[in-house]
């Protein structure tokens, strides 16, 4: 009998010999909507739907694959189908585990009694994160594997295939699966440049049942949809297009209803995720180093996968792409041949597994050392067990009488309880040494994530930032539109936070053509008047400082006064007649007149000044006096506008 092939990294156990005499090494492309295993030495044995049927009362597993799935949308309340992988990732691990035991054992047959451990390869998106790959791993190890490999499945695909991804030739491969789209450029037995979308069949089929529910009020399930995308789902404009119905429920009357739609129809329905996945391979393209690209130029871009089968998808590609597009042989084996190439030949394709960030050896060590001291502390058992052992191997190999046969199967029920014993100690080593890891990855990309949230933190104060800072410059524009005077945006870069220094600083002076007297707004009303300018600065005089005076008037009764700045943040506006219907509320505005020969006092007619808060009326006087608000937060001005008046 052959040595096992041995991998770098993977020590082989006391037992490892053992196990492979029960057991046969198999190869999982371990899909989201299809799973498909690999035999070594048999070829494809099993291609079923991942899906699992579930008691929700008891919490059993009721039935797996092509029996689940012919329960989908069918089922009574206390039993749910559920497809335990979603974007190509574990979304339940439990079901998972238990789906992928279903598999070893079915795969084993009768000699599931034996408690089979086989090595396995499972394919993987390329996309997925460290903790996704270790729940993968975790899964098959748990459901029996004595030891578990992962390869990316572009690259199984790329394999099974029969690309040649051990030579110095550049190869690409997409792969687009029910849940995941992964398109690679492989070379020298590696993945030189990959790209993943969490895009596929089932994204297709979800379409459909947009579009249905969109353009037709018909609610359908996504296996009728699926079913369209399969009869006359297309990429590219058909010779003859050709036609299906939809049927479903209606959701204005709720009556069963069934509509004819027409290939071009399903094609508009499909469209998004058609273009994404053509972008996903132009964007590989592009980052592809030019030297391999003449060599996919050269053999053309290879589709794999169940979406490969959707009609005129690689005459959209190579319309795309301008390459020569082909369609691989039995596109939806593709990846599952690849991996069961890897279990054929090991060694062959050692580079083309995904390497592993942790130390497989740890967990052999642990396992190498509890089985040391379990021999030196209970050496009298082992040695008749050893002995049991020699027996049971001499006995498998001479079985040729009904005695032999019988005494064979008789040692070989004694010898399970012992094997189930030392795979359960073997486990406990697994998970011991997994939980470590699992630790230290965890705490890894937890510091990972607070750092990327501190950086998108930063990154939102800035786009807000930017954000306001577009919506004041907006308004400016507005009101540099309506203002009838040459005009300047400015900022304001310095300002008296109390409020008591009643000035502001720009940051334009006499460069930019600012003189002593303009006026200074913002898009809610009146500034104030520059006061002093240098050469690249503006001080500006508010219209709140005591020393202002603004010739305004009442907007509703056209009552006329003064306003003038007082300490604080309000204004005074004396000089008006007790006659006149002032009321609290009123908005005051710029009259547009000077005081007497005051031209300082003279603005721009029609600017909001603020409103009036307060009439304070003396009864021996023929004049009231009004408290003003002004319109404008001078504490928080940011941006304004320089009116050249002059």
């Not at 005129?312 to 991996?339: K, N, S, Y």
């Not at 006995?395 to 309880?417: E, H, I, K, M, Y």
């Not at 710029?590 to 029609?606: H, V």
Request: charged fraction near 20%.
């Amino acid at each position: 009998m052959n040595a096992a092939p041995r991998l770098e990294g993977v020590s082989p156990s006391l037992f490892d010999g053992l196990f492979g005499l029960f057991s046969r090494d198999i190869g999982i492309d371990l899909g989201t909507a299809n799973t498909l295993v690999h035999v070594r030495g048999r070829g494809i044995v099993i291609a079923e739907p991942s899906v699992v049927a579930k008691d929700q009362r008891t919490g059993a597993v009721l039935a797996i694959g092509a029996e689940a799935k012919r329960m989908v949308g069918r089922t009574p309340a206390s039993i749910v189908a559920i497809r335990p992988l979603k974007d190509g990732v574990i979304s339940d691990f439990d079901i998972t585990e238990q789906m992928l035991n279903y598999f070893i054992r079915k795969v084993h047959g009768e000699r599931a009694l034996l408690y089979p451990r086989p090595r396995v390869i499972v394919g993987i998106p390329s996309g997925v994160t460290e903790v996704e790959k270790r729940a993968v791993q975790d899964a098959a190890i748990s459901a029996g594997a004595r030891w578990a490999r992962l390869v990316e499945e572009p690259m199984a695909a790329a394999i099974g295939a029969g690309l040649p991804v051990n030579e110095p030739t550049g190869s690409m491969i997409v792969d687009i699966g029910g849940g995941t789209t992964e398109v690679a450029v492989t070379s020298l037995g590696g993945i030189v440049i990959s790209r993943s979308i969490r895009i596929g069949g089932d994204e297709m089929d979800s379409d459909i049942v947009q579009y249905a529910r969109r353009e037709f009020n018909l609610l359908m399930g996504e296996r009728t949809a699926e079913d369209i995308k399969i009869a006359i789902g297309s990429a590219y404009p058909l010779d003859e297009e050709v036609s299906t119905y939809f049927r479903g429920r209606d959701l204005l009357t709720g009556l069963p209803r069934s509509i004819e739609v027409t290939s071009a129809q399903i094609r508009e329905a499909i469209e998004p995720s058609i273009e994404s996945i053509v972008e996903a391979i132009k964007q590989t393209i592009e980052e592809t180093p030019p030297e391999l690209i003449a060599d996919v130029m050269d053999q053309g871009i290879y589709l794999a996968g169940g979406g490969a089968l959707l009609r005129g998808l690689d005459t959209r590609v190579a319309e795309a792409t301008q390459m020569a597009v082909h369609v691989a042989e039995d596109p939806l084996t593709c990846v599952v041949r690849g991996c069961g190439m890897i279990v054929e030949d090991l060694v062959k394709y050692e580079r083309s597994l995904v390497m592993e960030t942790y130390s497989s050896n740890s967990r052999y060590l642990l396992r190498m050392a509890s089985f040391g001291r379990a021999r030196r502390n209970q050496s009298g058992v082992l040695r008749p067990f050893a002995l049991l052992v020699l027996v049971s191997l001499l006995l498998l190999l001479a079985r040729n009488t009904d005695v032999v046969r019988g005494s064979s199967t008789f040692l070989t029920q004694l010898l399970v309880p012992v094997q189930r014993v030392l795979a359960d100690v073997g486990a406990a080593g697994d998970r011991f040494a997994s939980a470590i890891s699992q630790i230290d990855r965890l705490r890894d990309d937890n510091a990972r994530l607070l750092t990327e949230n501190d950086r998108l933190t930063l990154e939102n104060v800035r786009l807000r930032e930017q954000a306001i800072a577009g919506q004041q410059a907006e308004r400016l524009l507005t009101l540099q539109r309506t203002v009838p005077f040459e005009s300047i945006p400015a900022l304001v870069i310095a300002r008296d936070p109390t409020g008591i220094l009643h000035t502001i600083v720009l940051g334009i002076g006499t460069d930019d053509g600012v003189k002593v007297g303009h006026v200074v707004l913002s898009d809610q009303g009146l500034v104030g008047r520059v006061s002093e300018v240098g050469t690249n600065y503006s001080k500006v005089l508010l219209v709140t400082d005591s020393s202002s005076v603004v010739s305004a008037l009442v907007q509703g009764s056209r009552a006329t006064g003064i306003v003038r700045g007082q300490f604080g943040d309000s204004l005074i506006m004396d000089w008006l007649l007790q006659t006149e219907p002032v009321k609290e509320g009123d908005v005051v505005i710029t009259a547009g007149l000077g005081i007497g020969d005051e031209l300082r006092s003279l603005y721009p007619k029609g600017l909001v000044i603020g409103t009036i808060a307060q009439i304070q009326t003396a009864q021996a006087a023929a004049y009231n006096r009004a408290i003003v608000t002004p319109a404008v937060d001078l504490r928080r001005l940011e941006h304004v506008l320089v009116v050249k008046t002059n």
